[in-house]
């Protein structure tokens, strides 16, 4: 049993970012309330009371605060653009009590805006400020690519965003998912090494919880994904490995959450975790890319938005040159 899950209640967006993962998703699925709800009884029965919220951007979710309510003895954690927390929702939230916000940047207002459309870092700003007004604690998400990673990690932005009143802070590295990735945004192996010590920097010089979501596999020991640590149902019930892993067996609206759990291909998965002895190499995706191909043509196993096609085609071929140099250069660091 995995000690916490992701759940996509909606596809629906109100933004339209560039090289987003849940950008080729169709964006007319939603859980029903009494799916969510009971999804959530599931978990509880099977001792799961972590839920991260995801999309879409999940305060379109009409539902999304009376799961919050109904589920008090839950911790919720969700991302969103920050675009709908006016003061009132800021004001719901902090009746609720138990749920935590992290809201997307990409750097301050030019690159966030260049990304997530303009407009889009003074509503982040005005979001932060309606938070801690209320005093709702809250995190700020990264998605880090070869234009932003200087910005990103510099003192300027994250004492900006302490000061600001984050406590969290996530980093994704750009990853080429989808119909129509673009590799450029990709980090280039030094620029993945400069991060992971820039991230285990400011953890340890400043009052801020930083979580570097690929490389930190050195205290997960590899790969969370597939039920060892977390699963991943999206808005029309798919079940997937990880957000990242857009790859799908059985569906929620058709079997519980303890059966997704034993699904074959979940198994297969966490016979081959760790995928490497080197644990600054723990996705299958962009580190393994092997091992991604393999899961995605076991039988009954689909693709949920082009990503495994790709695999076969120019994306693939890149990931598999990466990930060599990314051995290459992290191999001694991680000895």
Same mark, same amino acid.
């Given at each position: 049993v995995p000690w916490f899950m992701l759940?996509?209640?909606?596809?629906?967006?109100? +933004?339209?970012c560039i090289g987003c993962w849940a950008g080729s998703y169709d964006r007319a699925h939603e859980l029903s309330f009494e799916r969510f709800d009971r999804l959530m009884n599931e978990a509880k029965e099977l001792g799961i009371y972590f839920i991260v919220v995801s999309g879409g951007e999940p305060t379109i979710y009409p539902h999304l605060i009376d799961i919050f309510k109904k589920h008090n003895d839950m911790a919720f954690m969700f991302y969103?653009?920050?675009?709908?927390i006016t003061e009132k929702y800021a004001e719901r939230l902090a009746e609720v009590g138990n749920a935590v916000p992290c809201i997307s940047v990409e750097g301050f207002k030019?690159?966030?805006?260049?990304?997530?459309?303009?407009?889009?870092?003074?509503?982040?700003?005005?979001?932060?400020?309606?938070?801690?007004?209320?005093?709702?604690?809250?995190? +700020?998400?990264?998605?880090?690519?070869?234009?932003?990673?200087?910005?990103?990690?510099?003192?300027?932005?994250?004492?900006?965003?302490?000061?600001?009143?984050?406590?969290?802070?996530? +980093?994704?590295? +750009?990853?080429?998912?989808?119909?129509?990735?673009?590799i450029t945004l990709m980090l280039t192996p030094e620029q993945r090494l400069k991060s992971y010590k820039r991230i285990n920097e400011i953890r340890s010089t400043k009052p801020l919880f930083a979580a570097d979501f690929w490389n930190d596999g050195i205290y997960t020991d590899g790969c969370i994904a597939g039920g060892r640590s977390y699963i991943h149902i999206t808005a029309d019930g798919g079940i997937e490995p990880c957000a990242f892993i857009h790859l799908a067996q059985g569906n929620i609206n058709e079997i519980s959450l303890k059966e997704a759990l034993q699904l074959p291909f979940f198994k297969e998965i966490q016979k081959l975790q760790p995928y490497s002895d080197n644990l600054l190499r723990p996705c299958m995706l962009v580190d393994n890319p092997q091992v991604f191909r393999k899961i995605g043509s076991l039988p009954g196993v689909r693709s949920t938005d082009g990503t495994l096609e790709n695999m076969y085609k120019d994306v693939g071929k890149h990931l598999d040159e990466l990930s060599k140099k990314w051995e290459e250069i992290s191999r001694p660091v991680f000895e």
């Open positions: 759940v996509d209640p909606t596809e629906r967006c109100n +933004y339209n969103t653009n920050g675009s709908l030019e690159k966030t805006d260049w990304r997530r459309g303009k407009g889009a870092w003074d509503r982040v700003i005005k979001a932060m400020d309606n938070l801690k007004k209320v005093k709702v604690p809250f995190g +700020y998400s990264v998605t880090e690519t070869s234009k932003n990673i200087e910005e990103v990690l510099s003192d300027e932005f994250v004492d900006f965003m302490i000061n600001k009143g984050a406590k969290i802070a996530w +980093y994704f590295q +750009y990853i080429p998912t989808g119909k129509d990735p673009d």
